[in-house]
């Protein structure tokens, strides 16, 4: 079941601190800075790590530069050097909540989900009310299997905003894993309530329903999962399996849309495509 995480990347324009036209050949820190951002805008990412380390030469404790040099660094996939380049921009400035939230992200896309558990902690040190920290907390929390720590923080991210459907998402998924059967379908439809084109939200509602046997809630659900998002192989496969005894017609269509879609996907996103073709023949034998 797909989870979502929040991604929060800001790029910082010095407006008051211009120093003349950037037409003029870059000298002073704020010079390099801002042709530094002019080439990250254009995605000149390289050049962009050029103009910023240039800047940086110049002022040392420069946050912002380190900021975007990290942001330079993510778009070219460095993350070590991602990472450095925010704990730099967290030195030059305290609190610099921005700065910590992005170095999770990159812990995050480094694969070091401890060192990203602890930014997120410390983000909401200086910011208890960031809802994304908390979402974005929960998510890596409830990889480690700890749900009901999860949970708390997509509580707290929704004593911020209720309306945030990724928590109420996320939240459904836990609650899954903890076979709160009820309560993981409740958060689903206030997922859906607050953003009713959550397909995703859609398909695990349709989950949810098939291990209540409640079929008919089950097959509505995939349904409008697949009117939001037509080449969904996984909710298509799903409705195969919950219409082939009900619905022999529209099961055969069913299986053969998801094995059409089937055989235009790499391997391992197909590995039910054997199964779908032994049930489409099964169907089409039993007239």
Known sequence: MTR???RLFVVWLLGGILSGSLAKAATTPEDWYNEGNKQLDAGKYDKAVESYRKALAKRKKFAFAWFNLALAYGRLGKRNDEIE???????SKKNYVKAMFNLAIAYEDANKP?????TYQSVLAADPKSADAHINLGILLARQQKFSEAIG?????????????????NKGV???RLNKLPDEIAAYKKCLEHDPKYHKAWYN???AYGRLS??????????KALKLKPAYPNALFNLAIALHRKDRKQAIETWERYIALAKKLPK????WLPQAEKYLKELKSNK
């Open 4 to 6: 979502r995480s929040r």
């Open 85 to 91: 380049a925010y704990k730099k921009a967290i030195e």
């Open 174 to 176: 836990a609650l899954g």
């Open 205 to 207: 509602l349709g989950v």
């Open 214 to 223: 409640k079929s008919a809630d089950e097959i509505d659900a995939y349904q």
């Open 153 to 169: 923080h997509y509580d707290k991210a929704l004593a911020i905003n209720p309306k945030l459907a990724d928590a109420w998402f």
């Open 114 to 118: 401890d060192e990203a558990v602890k």
């Open 268 to 271: 391992e996103q197909a590995r």
